[in-house]
């Protein structure tokens, strides 16, 4: 009965080998958020949809990207994965702006 | 102006103990004081939350304490036992301006049997 599902839990690529992550919810919330966690680190915050508005951090990378193709699903995609990239990345999920965010489970990712 | 710093950086606690987390903030537009849960290899999970019109809310064995004036807040763990043995997280937001959390750098809690 997960809510905020991410797919998938674990995924190895190649540097420089683009990779896309998923995240799909049964909340049908509005608001769709990608953060990317290091280890023993905070989360940090890469950008967030609010339903087709997206809306992206000052400080993430050109090289990460997202989409949104409708309100149940939001992908994560790096065109161009480098070492430093290597984390886990989590999608959340709030109703609305100032409502309580809900974490999926992540992806760890690995480069090779 | 950001930033929510907490501490401690790691905590150890014997079953039956009471658990204490400290977090300070900076920014006094902050207005939601959320506190999450993260088990290894799993997402952090909303704990207990509170707004500055209150200086206390309880839920079960967990407390958070709120101090405005100090721009402080705290987490308390009553009667803590192994299974509470994870990463706390503080966090604030401005909720007029969006949900964008500040995190604070984390706590690894070990609850001792």
């Known amino acids: 009965d997960a809510m905020v599902i991410q797919n998938p839990r674990y995924q190895v690529t190649q540097f420089g080998k683009p990779v896309t992550l998923s995240c799909s919810q049964t909340l049908n919330h509005n608001v769709m958020y990608w953060y990317q966690q290091k280890s023993s680190q905070a989360p940090k915050l890469l950008f967030h949809?609010?339903?087709?508005?997206?809306?992206n951090e000052a400080d993430t990378p050109d090289n990460f990207q997202s989409r949104r193709p409708n309100t149940s699903f939001c992908f994560l995609d790096i065109r161009s994965p480098g070492l430093g990239d290597a984390a886990m990345y989590l999608c959340a999920t709030s109703s609305n702006l100032d409502q309580p965010q809900h974490f999926g489970d992540g992806t760890r990712l690995s480069i090779l | 102006q950001q930033q929510v710093k907490q501490s401690p950086q790691s905590l150890i606690v014997q079953k039956g103990g009471i658990s204490i987390i400290n977090c300070a903030y900076e920014n006094t537009a902050f207005d939601y004081f959320p506190w999450y849960q993260q088990f290894p290899g799993k997402g952090p999970a909303l704990l207990i939350a509170i707004r500055p019109d209150v200086s206390e809310k309880k839920e079960g064995r967990f407390t958070i304490s709120f101090n405005k004036s100090a721009k402080q807040f705290s987490l308390h763990i009553m009667d803590s036992q192994p299974g509470d043995s994870a990463t706390y997280f503080c966090a604030a937001s401005r909720r007029t301006s969006g949900s964008r959390l500040t995190f604070g750098e984390g706590t690894q809690l070990t609850v001792n049997p």
């Open positions: 949809y609010y339903d087709k508005d997206f809306n």
